[in-house]
């Protein structure tokens, strides 16, 4: 439970389950699920203590500063220590080799590796986001290639209109368009499972007359 790492900096988050922070009508609490993703999403490009502490707030409004980043930051770690192994590792790798490799291999050279402190800091946290992000690339790249030579795809009318990140958006006919969005959430899974990552990918997709509509 990832609500664990604020411990006594969220004493309103106590007994509160991660299912309930979406609809729940205290704003404090709903808070606490944009808190978690800020954590998540800075460990993954490799924020310290004083970023932590600078994303979050207290009930005031200011933020929580240095020292309680790094209390959140130590319990997430505690909490996943997995990502504390790997955090070591990428350091260990990027200021011998130099740079960093996506899922399929594609290389990022990195400079600033063998530089100074702090541009091994910052290669290091551009190391420590290209898996992810160059993965993602990967992943959704593959997905376009098996979708592109689907039987399916010229029968039902599917035409590739935009890719946005992980997003795909297709111009279908509208008597296919459930059965090809199954289609297109089944070949961003299969795309995972050919470049081996070991938890399956799930996508969503949904039809609409327009992209806003269709998110």
């Not at 500063?65 to 350091?91: C, F, I, K, N, T």
């Not at 990552?197 to 969503?204: F, L």
Request: aromatic share 8%; proline share 6%.
């Amino acid at each position: 439970n990832a609500l664990r790492v604020f411990g006594p900096l969220r004493p309103w988050l106590a007994g509160v389950k991660p299912e309930e922070l979406k609809e729940h009508p205290d704003p404090l609490v709903r808070q606490a699920r944009e808190d978690i993703k800020a954590v998540a999403y800075g460990m993954n490009y490799g924020k310290g203590d004083l970023g932590i502490g600078y994303a979050l707030l207290d009930d005031r409004g200011n933020p929580i500063g240095e020292r309680a980043g790094h209390q959140v930051r130590e319990a997430y770690l505690d909490l996943y220590p997995g990502l504390r192994w790997y955090m070591d590792w990428v350091r260990e790798f990027v200021v011998a080799e130099g740079g960093m490799m996506s899922l399929l291999g594609r290389w990022r050279e990195l400079p600033g590796a063998r530089g100074q402190r702090w541009e091994v800091d910052a290669a290091v946290r551009a190391a420590l986001n290209q898996p992810m992000q160059g993965g993602g690339a990967d992943v959704i790249n593959l997905a376009m290639l098996i979708l592109d030579r689907h039987p399916e795809r010229l029968p039902m009318g599917a035409e590739l209109v935009m890719q946005v990140h992980d997003e795909l958006v297709y111009e279908v006919d509208p008597l296919w368009c459930a059965e090809w969005t199954e289609i297109v959430k089944w070949a961003i899974g299969e795309a995972g499972r050919l470049l081996g990552m070991e938890v399956p990918i799930t996508a969503t997709g949904h039809c609409g007359a327009s992209w806003e509509e269709a998110k």
